[in-house]
Nanobody, 123 residues
Framework: VQLQACGGGLVQAGDSLRLSCVAS????????LGWFRQTPGKEREFVAA????????ILADSVKGRVTISRVSSKTTVYLRMNSLKPEDTAVYYC?????????????????WGRGTQVTVSS
């Protein structure tokens, strides 16, 4: 499975942004997809993940109430909608996928991930 994230940019605090992740290759093998982020010098941080089948999702506490994860039915694109952005949301956002479990994405032990997209939130 190949993953490519896009949609990042420079925004102001309070703005909204929607990131997209296009999946290609053996997407049928990806039962769960999601997002994590990383800031230089810091560890990776789980953001959100969902199962393709029933769209059940898990969100990190740091983004609950501000973030929505969704997907198109063709199993090729997953979105991360972020509202009320804060400077601490600044990071490179990566798309991730796993053939087994959503929890492997939550625990950042997923099998697939792709290149990220930079999100910068100015105060």
């Amino acid at each position: 499975v190949q993953l490519q994230a896009c949609g990042g940019g420079l925004v102001q605090a309070g703005d909204s942004l929607r990131l997209s992740c296009v999946a290609s290759g053996r997407t049928v093998s990806a039962s769960a997809l999601g997002w994590f982020r990383q800031t230089p010098g810091k560890e990776r941080e789980f953001v959100a993940a969902m199962y393709w089948s029933d769209r059940s999702a898990i969100l990190a506490d740091s983004v609950k109430g501000r973030v929505t994860i969704s997907r198109v039915s063709s199993k090729t694109t997953v979105y991360l909608r972020m509202n009320s952005l804060k400077p601490e949301d600044t990071a490179v956002y990566y798309c991730a996928a796993d053939p087994v479990s959503i929890h492997r994405i939550v625990n950042l032990n997923m099998q697939y991930w792709g290149r990220g997209t930079q999100v910068t939130v100015s105060s």
